[in-house]
């Protein structure tokens, strides 16, 4: 085995760098440059000393990078050599990724879209969605974690999962490892239960963002067991996730909630049960691990309970909004076929105008009375649903408009009321993308 020396000339006091292929230890090779004359200081006798020193040999030319520190491949090596000590292998990180792989080779082959699911096949598959995960389906807060709404979403978030989740196993072990995947996934599950409950959820992203969470927590806590080096490199990239994710999160149809609660959940699991590579801290991983599932249990339970106190009438809410959607679709186009028939029969527009008033503005009312009803309303979505009744007041107004001009046969009335309506149908767009009806991803 070759072996890197480093040192200064006793007699010159020069730095001196030697490569001694004949040593067969680390003692040998020292003593064999003691005996030169070398004030030795750095002997590196790793497998890799080989690739090492024969970088070292060839000349460098300007535009060469400088060869690796032996000291820092050392240090690096021996890290890497105590995390296989203490966990040998990663089967959970692999086994999570072909989970989630599966489910959704499952989903297409059942006939689900694989670049567009609707939300009727993503609820029946197991994504979180308000008012049924606290309707009597709270299982639905785990089975999300593992549905994702089309190819693109469960490439990028196995690749990003799969970098670093050897790594975060090997620091936690096996079993703590997929205890953290877990709590901070269902942590996410609910902080997006909270923010909007009548959104459809799916994906991984929560329980990753938790694992980056909890590896940012690992080398703050235990930056004494791991080399600088390696350390900063990796909280580098773990930042530059985070924080490239977090502001992408703001796009619209990403669940920025369930990125937040996975994070922070994942973060204090990582500060809680972090613990140097050695052989006292891995005798301890069972206790720990069974702590954070303990408070991982009692997250779930506080969650789901704060969430029925929270959204009282949920199941009213969405009703009221489903029939809200009915409606939205179905009288204007009943209108734009009356509106038809009242251009070329002039007869037309007096029928038509019946059927606005005695009819579909009646049906129209019934729904914001439904909603006006719903208290106290989530505080999340008042926002949101602050703008449908502004929509629908300004819907009625115009319909009724329409009835008055048709009766009047005033052409210049009907033209505005007319001009008003599609300035309304360019606005329903807006509400079309409410995060109401919106499907975000995570």
């Known amino acids: ?42 002997v590196v006798s790793d497998p890799d000393a080989q690739a090492v020193a024969h970088a070292l040999a060839k000349p460098l030319r300007p535009d060469d990078k400088p060869p690796p520190d032996p000291v820092l491949a050392r240090e690096s090596a021996t890290f890497q050599r105590e995390l296989h000590d203490v ?4 089967p959970v990180t692999y086994a999570l990724v072909a989970i989630n792989f599966t489910v959704f080779v499952v989903m297409a082959v059942s006939g689900v879209s694989i670049d567009n699911p609707t939300i009727a096949d993503l609820l029946h598959w197991g994504a979180d969605f308000g008012p049924l995960t606290l309707g009597g389906e709270p299982w639905r807060l785990f089975t ?23 790594t975060v196993e090997r620091m936690l072990g096996n079993v703590g490892f997929f205890v953290l995947y877990l709590v901070a996934g269902l942590a996410g599950s609910l ?15 929560g329980a990753i963002f938790g694992i980056y969470g909890a590896l940012v927590a690992m080398l703050l806590r235990d930056r004494d067991s791991i080399p600088p080096h390696v350390g900063a490199k990796l909280l580098r990239f773990a930042t530059i996730f985070v924080f490239y994710n977090l502001v992408n999160s703001l796009r ?51 969650g789901l309970g704060g969430a ?32 038809s028939r009242a251009d070329y029969h002039a007869n037309a527009r007096a029928e038509a105008a019946d059927t606005i008033e005695q009819t579909l503005l009646p049906q129209w009312r019934t729904v914001e009375d439904e909603l006006a009803s719903v208290k106290p309303a989530p505080a999340t979505m008042a926002t ?29 009335r009907i033209d505005a009321a007319e001009n008003t309506m599609r300035a309304i ?14 499907l975000p991803r995570n």
């Open 1 to 42: 085995m070759p072996f890197l020396i480093y040192g200064r000339d006793s007699r010159t006091g020069e730095v001196v760098r030697r490569i001694d292929n004949e040593a067969h230890t680390e003692d040998g090779a020292r003593r064999e440059a003691e005996a030169l004359g070398i004030h030795v200081t750095v």
């Open 87 to 90: 966990t040998p292998s990663t």
């Open 144 to 166: 999300s974690m593992f549905v994702h709404i089309g190819l693109m979403h469960v490439l990028s978030n196995m690749l990003v999962f799969a970098y670093v989740g050897p």
């Open 191 to 205: 902080w997006a239960l909270f923010w909007n409950p009548l959104q459809v959820e799916a994906g991984a992203s």
């Open 252 to 302: 619209p149809g990403i669940s920025m909630a369930a990125h937040v609660g996975g994070l922070v959940a994942g973060f204090a699991c990582g500060f809680a049960i972090a613990q140097p590579l050695t052989v006292e801290a891995v005798a301890g991983r069972a206790l720990r691990n069974v702590a954070a599932f303990g408070a991982g249990v009692l997250l779930l339970v506080a």
């Open 308 to 339: 029925h106190a929270r959204f009282p009438n949920l199941d009213r809410l969405d009703a009221a909004l489903e029939h809200f959607a009915a409606v939205e679709v179905d009288i204007p186009k009943a209108i734009k076929a009356m509106r």
């Open 384 to 412: 949101d649903l602050a703008a449908i009744n502004d929509y629908m007041h300004q819907r009625e107004a115009n319909w009724q408009e329409l009835a008055g001009a048709w009766r009047s046969a005033d052409e210049v």
């Open 425 to 438: 149908d360019e606005a329903a767009w807006d509400i079309d993308r409410s995060p109401l009806v919106r």
